[in-house]
């Protein structure tokens, strides 16, 4: 099986740092991200039951809307799997869709702060994988999308050109430390 982008990312020491938080919020900050994303892909197939819902995942919820309505989002792919054939790798992108006329690769955070640099790496990771997959559709934006508690959201920009060439070399220094077993070729 291929490695996770994450994984690559922790590996080579570009993921990002949460050593200085305590377990229990980030085990917390985890569980109430992954609800988020759930809610989102829910929302995006029709079938969302916001009853069982807790407080901190609507509040984010309504910043999501709060976004797609104000940005005219329109996804195309939410939480799907992507692999680069050449380069080795799979992920799965939060949300892939329409945003002012691109087509935009996103990624949602529900924190108070964002750790851009990691983000971007993943991002590009992402996009990357898509392009190769999806030559005639290729991403041209990639953006986070952060979730605030009080229901608000940010919006940033990410350089596909900064970040994909360091994504890049993080994969090389990963195989780099953990070759994979050749394949024999067929003749």
């Known amino acids: 099986m291929l490695p996770r982008v994450s994984?690559?990312?922790?590996?080579?020491?570009?993921?990002?740092?949460?050593?200085?938080?305590p377990p229990e919020i980030l085990d917390a900050a985890r569980v109430r991200g992954r609800a988020v994303h759930n809610a989102i892909e829910a929302i995006v197939y029709d079938f969302l039951d916001e009853s069982a819902l807790a407080p901190d995942v609507l509040v984010r919820l309504d910043a999501y809307r709060r976004f797609?309505?104000?940005s005219r989002y329109e996804t195309l792919h939410t939480e799907i799997e992507?692999?680069?054939?050449t380069w080795r790798y799979r992920g799965h992108p939060d949300t892939i869709g329409w945003l002012v006329g691109k087509r935009a690769l996103l990624d949602?955070?529900?924190t108070e702060s964002?750790?851009?640099a990691p983000a971007s790496y993943q991002l590009a990771a992402y996009a990357c994988a898509w392009n190769a997959q999806h030559p005639t559709e290729p991403v041209v934006a990639l953006a986070?999308?952060?979730?605030k508690s009080d229901g608000t959201y940010r919006f940033h920009e990410v350089s596909a050109a900064t970040a994909e060439p360091i994504w890049l070399a993080a994969v090389m220094v990963y195989y780099a430390r953990n070759p994979m077993p050749c394949m024999e070729m067929s003749r």
């Open 7 to 21: 994984a690559i990312l922790d590996a080579v020491g570009l993921g990002p740092e949460f050593s200085a938080v």
């Open 68 to 70: 797609v309505k104000e």
């Open 82 to 85: 992507v692999e680069h054939p």
């Open 108 to 110: 949602w955070k529900n």
């Open 114 to 116: 964002v750790q851009l």
């Open 144 to 147: 986070v999308v952060q979730f």
